[in-house]
């Protein structure tokens, strides 16, 4: 006999039997379901947790603490280690941090707020995930890029000293919150022109016990650009971080302006930070870095820690779709073995025209694998259909101010043929008690019966 034949015999069989074929192939989808289910719900959630812990984290980012003070002479930074740092593989981006201090903000000659004031490269913020919302880098020294939490709250002087009366006399709940939504007001600061100021006061000029008065340094520059607002974050929680960004040119004419510029003319990095192509190459990257005497930190280690996390779930989910598996395998044996014992007659028909004991067993093996492979096409169907329905209760229930899709579940194509496995194999081993019994029937015993 062909395989075709097998697959013919065995099909009829099953059409004949529509009630047990029904119960055995909805056990076999939902066991072959479950295990597809919680592939694809560990991948998921382990997918949209490393894109959020990368956003948030920076799992593909390394950080250069500098060690300028340390007294071994180890760990400093400098401007020949960095463009060495540029040329190692699967280096992205290097950009240097150089915290310039705070500093009062005004604008349209009322408007009034303050901002941290970094020295960086601005031809890299993109690289690090930071996105334009107006304008971009521009050339020139006297440009500044601010983020959005920057553009927040600016108000003028009379305005803060009412409101500030009105908190003090009556600090309502009430008050409290128009406080708020007051510092959560953006303004226009694209192609403006911000007067910064600084005062130093007599303790940073070397002279603790002056009674002059603070000196106060000011800067004038033009906002030539503004990130975007970070995903996922409310207006009030970024009205606190008002951060702008100026040139490391830029940045050492403050610094002596203020005289907080080393003697010798060298640059103190607050911090460095190295984009890596992806997570997988931090490890080897951070390594390299090392051999240069630096001090590294990565979150390689919070990375691990999840994917250990998720490898359990996505085993315990798999564990019960096993088990499930098992309970239909029972049915099928069961509802095998009926049927061997229903078709004695056909058995004992075919040993006596010549059919031989593999070929009975292989028509029962390939029955069986014919239920198992119809239960795991309907294990397809029904895994999709519990994903769609989780992802529509997600999206029902979602409330993500940024309006992003909250459809975060899937199931990759690889597992679909791990499903169909699954599935085919618990019929062919279902299959083989009732073919070893089957083969084994006497055919002269079993016509004389029927």
Not at 220 to 226: H, P, W
């Amino acid at each position: 006999m062909k395989l075709k034949d097998y697959i013919r015999l065995g099909w009829d069989q099953l059409q004949r039997r529509k009630v047990v074929t029904a119960l055995c192939t909805v056990g076999i989808a939902i066991g072959s379901a479950s295990i597809m289910v919680a592939l694809g719900f560990g991948e998921s959630i382990q997918h949209y947790s490393q894109k959020q812990m990368s956003y948030y984290l920076k799992t593909d980012e390394i950080t250069i603490v500098d060690q300028t003070d340390n007294p071994n002479g180890q760990g400093k930074i400098t401007p020949t280690k960095l463009n060495l740092i540029r040329t190692f593989p699967h280096v992205k981006s290097v950009a240097s941090f150089q915290e310039l201090g705070q500093f009062n903000l005004t604008v349209d000659e009322d408007k009034q707020s303050y901002l941290r004031l970094i020295a960086t490269e601005l031809n890299t913020l993109e690289d690090f995930d930071s996105k334009f919302q107006q304008g971009g880098v521009a050339e020139h020294e006297g440009s500044i890029v601010l983020n959005y939490g920057a553009t927040l709250g600016l108000m003028d002087a009379k305005t803060q000293e009412v409101r500030n009366k009105l908190m003090q006399q009556n600090p309502t709940k009430e008050q409290t919150e128009t406080y708020r939504q007051m510092g959560a007001i953006p303004y226009a600061l694209y192609q403006k022109q911000l007067l910064l100021k600084s005062a130093n006061s007599p303790e940073q000029q070397g002279n603790p016990s002056s009674t002059a008065t603070p000196k106060v340094s000011e800067f004038t520059l033009r906002v030539t650009g503004v990130l975007k607002k970070p995903d996922g974050l409310p207006d009030y929680m970024l009205q606190g971080n008002k951060i702008a960004y100026v040139t490391p040119e830029m940045g050492l004419k403050i610094l002596q302006s203020l005289n907080k510029s080393s003697a010798n003319g060298q640059v103190h990095y607050s911090e460095v930070r190295v984009k890596v192509d992806s997570s997988v190459n931090i490890k080897q990257v951070d390594e390299l870095i090392k051999k240069l005497q630096l001090t590294t930190q990565t979150n390689l280690y919070q990375e691990d820690r999840m994917k250990g996390q998720f490898a359990i779930i996505r085993l315990l989910l798999t564990g019960v779709g096993l088990f499930v598996l098992l309970v239909a395998s029972i049915s099928i044996v069961v509802a095998m073995t009926m049927s061997t014992h229903q078709r004695r007659r056909q058995i004992g028909i075919m040993k006596v025209l010549g059919a031989n004991l593999s070929q009975i067993r292989n028509m029962f093996i390939v029955e069986s694998s014919l239920l198992g492979m119809l239960g795991g096409l309907v294990g397809i169907l029904l895994s999709y259909w519990v994903i769609w329905g989780i992802n529509l209760i997600i999206i029902k229930f979602n409330s993500n101010p940024s309006g992003e899709s909250a459809e975060i579940l899937f199931i990759s194509l690889w597992i679909l043929p791990v499903g169909m496995f699954f599935a085919i194999m618990t019929g062919v081993l279902s299959g083989l008690y009732p073919a070893v019994k089957a083969s084994r029937t006497d055919a002269l015993t079993a016509i004389k019966r029927e």
